[in-house]
């Protein structure tokens, strides 16, 4: 997996940290990501991943220390709704959707806050394209998030953070308590969304998936950055395989 | 037992109470449905939009009329509103525990307007007059015109707040912040600035009742703690499923509150009230038309 993604860097986080009174969550982590390209980030659990991705978008905290260039902007101060404008978009471990809404619904509320629909058919239209980006079926457009499984509301949720014509997306951990089918499926869509240009950094606990899609790979340990690289390099870390597995059996 | 010409004026009675009820508790679940906080502050924005027409309306004011009076109030609750949820809100919230800071951060905020009001304005009460004067003859029953201006006007300020949540961008986002706030954020939306505006909505609503309240009863500047009291009743009775459920509930108070007070009398109707509230959370916990849950 040799690929060289465009020399641009899109988003520069660099000295990021964060703490929860004497813990530090997250400690000193800098990463830069290029457009076409995608990070992974992988750590055990409590590693500070999460804390990161909330660190960077404001949601709901912003970090202690830091900062956050994206297009060269100094964005670290922003609210989350500016950066979602600026774009930098994320999504949560968990499906993060309006439960009473339709999934085309979910997406036009997102759509609107662009402006980039100008009209209500015109939001329609691009909320339409979204879903079809991360290829949600057509036929359940008008379905109640609420009523559909999990991994199409995850689904809605991709496509509400696509809908804000990102240049950066944050995933957390998308396939977690996905099918082994799901999984392949996410793994074609990051994939494919690579592919339309996006920079994308990708928290995972599959390593498999991690390994298989990454250009890169950062490992976290208690809040530190302990390898940063090719991601066949990097799981072979013996400092990686202690984190994960422990001293050393 | 009652005659109809009786029953009609009570039932009559009852819907105007319904309507300002209805008011009321859409100001309230305004502001519980997007940041899921009860403010108890509202009765205290009743009473500063009552008296804050009075200064506008009254020969003893300013004396420029009650339109004058309406508009004012309502303006002033609207921006007084942001203010509150600034100073007395939005620096809590991201606490695990807001709801339970808010309850004092609102009741103090309560405190602080009645003492201010008594400053401004003094312990005596004061009346505002109704908006409409004199009496419309609908064939069975004449009924006084400010009842039936009351009725109109909270009648088009909820169709207005409803066509605000349904049909505006920023109405639409409302909804969707008071369902998720992470995802609200996730897409984008702005939603400090939203929580802002319900809060503005809710206490310009409050402000707009608190006229029809110092029409119909002497102003003091406790005078909200009884409306707020029904709001409270309303908004549990009916629950908040959708921004309607409230109204339908304050048309059943009123209505209950009115034959109560013709049959059973003035003193025992808050406990009949009360008693049918807590017979419906026996009974339908959710309250009569949805969930508690903060939905659409």
Known sequence: MNRT????????????TKSFGALRAVDDVSFAVRAGEILGVAGPNGSGKSTLFNAITRIPFGPDAGTVLLAGEQVQDLPPHALAARGLARTFQRETVFQTLSAVDNVIVAVEQTNRGKSMRGNVLLAEQALDIVGFPATLHNWKASALPVFLRKLVMIAGAM?????????DEPASSLTPDEIDRLRAL???????????????????????????????????????????????????????????A | MISFDTFLAVASGGLVLGALYALMAAGLAAVWTTLGIFNFAHGAFIALGA???????????????????VVVATVALFGFGILFHLVLVRPFERRADIVTVSVITTLAGTAIIESAINLIWGPRSKQLARLGTGEIDLGLIRIPMGDLVLVAVVAATLAGLGWFLGR????????????NREAAELMGIDVPRLYALAFGLSAAMAGLA??????????????GADPLMKALIVVILGGIARF???????LLVGLVESFSNYFVGL?????????????????KPSGLFGHHQRTL
């Open chain 1, 163 to 171: 809908a804000l014509d990102p240049k950066v997306l944050l995933l």
């Open chain 1, 5 to 16: 993604p465009s020399e641009d860097v899109i988003l520069a986080v660099s000295g990021m």
């Open chain 2, 267 to 283: 003193y025992w109707t808050p406990a009949v009230l009360f008693a049918i509230m807590i017979a419906v959370l026996y009974v």
């Open chain 2, 51 to 69: 008296y804050i027409g009075w200064q506008l309306a009254d020969a003893g004011g300013a004396g420029l009329g009650l339109t004058a009076g």
């Open chain 2, 210 to 223: 608190g006229i029809f309240v110092g029409g119909l009863r002497f102003m003091t500047p406790t005078m």
């Open chain 1, 190 to 248: 990051i994939l494919h969304l690579r592919e339309m240009g996006l920079a994308i950094v990708l928290i995972e606990h599959v390593l498999e998936l991690l390994t298989h899609v990454s250009d890169r790979l950062m490992v976290l340990d208690q809040g530190r950055v302990i390898a940063l690289g090719d991601p066949v390099e990097v799981v072979r870390n013996p400092q990686v395989i202690e984190a994960y597995l422990g001293v050393a």
């Open chain 2, 168 to 179: 505006t961008r920023t109405g639409r986002a409302m909804r969707a912040v008071s369902q």
């Open chain 2, 244 to 250: 309607t459920s409230p109204i339908y509930a304050a």
